[in-house]
Antibody
Framework: QLQLHESGPGLVKPSETLSLTCTVSGDSMTNSLNYWAWIRQPPGKGLEWIGSMYYTGSTYYNSSLKSRVFMSVDTSKRQVSLSLSSMTAADTAVYYC???????????WGQGTLVTVSS | EAVLTQSPATLSVSPGESSTLSCRASQSINSNLAWYQHKPGQSPRLLFSAASARATGVPARFRASGSGTEFTLTISSLQSEDVAVYYCQHYNDWPPLTFGGGTKVEIK
């Protein structure tokens, strides 16, 4: 059974870069069907797709965040990483990693990690 | 890319009653739509993909239908554990993955 676990700092200062890691277990990261996504939910708001990546390194980002987002994968560590630069209070959210197939629904989710942006 | 509009924003339903949630796309997304249930403190759970294909373990009281621009999620005989925010999401022109604004279902 696929399991996803997000980890990272719960508190980030304004203007700093957020770094989160999603550790994957229960399925191969190099399974050709799998894409790995990051989604976030600000307090009291809806879900927002941040981006997705394939194990080969191909990345697909939300156009509204593209200038600040970077995703990477380390298949040997079974990890997908998210970096989001120039953090502001508007980036305060629960950040989830999830799995999907190409052009398909997000069928497995991590438990999420709350990131607060504050000085 | 298509924008999804969900209605109503909040639905107050008595236990045992049926509820209907709507998701409307600004342009045709064929059947490339998913529904999620998001309970407080939990991660979202996939309920349906391909507009009407029930995910594993989803109770039969949940039913989804639609294609093109109009989609519906119906919960028959609402139970207390169904209190959640329900999101639709499409992948018709992926990337991106686009979510609707959500419908909050509460017990009356």
């Amino acid at each position: 059974q696929l399991q996803l676990h997000e980890s990272g700092p719960g508190l980030v200062k304004p203007s700093e870069t957020l770094s989160l890691t999603c550790t994957v277990s229960g399925d191969s990261m190099t399974n050709s069907l799998n894409y790995w996504a990051w989604i976030r939910q600000p307090p009291g708001k809806g879900l927002e797709w941040i981006g997705s990546m394939y194990y080969t390194g191909s990345t697909y980002y939300n156009s509204s965040l593209k200038s600040r987002v970077f995703m990477s994968v380390d298949t040997s560590k079974r990890q997908v990483s998210l970096s989001l630069s120039s953090m502001t209070a508007a980036d305060t959210a629960v950040y989830y990693c999830a799995r999907h197939f190409i052009a398909a629904a997000l069928d497995s989710w991590g438990q999420g990690t709350l990131v607060t942006v504050s000085s | 890319e298509a924008v999804l509009t969900q209605s109503p924003a909040t639905l107050s339903v008595s236990p045992g009653e049926s509820s209907t949630l709507s998701c409307r796309a600004s342009q045709s997304i064929n059947s490339n739509l998913a529904w999620y249930q998001h309970k407080p403190g939990q991660s979202p759970r996939l309920l349906f993909s391909a507009a009407s294909a029930r995910a594993t373990g989803v109770p039969a009281r949940f039913r989804a239908s639609g294609s093109g621009t109009e989609f519906t999620l119906t919960i028959s005989s609402l139970q207390s554990e169904d209190v959640a925010v329900y999101y639709c999401q499409h992948y018709n022109d992926w990337p991106p993955l686009t979510f609707g604004g959500g419908t909050k279902v509460e017990i009356k």
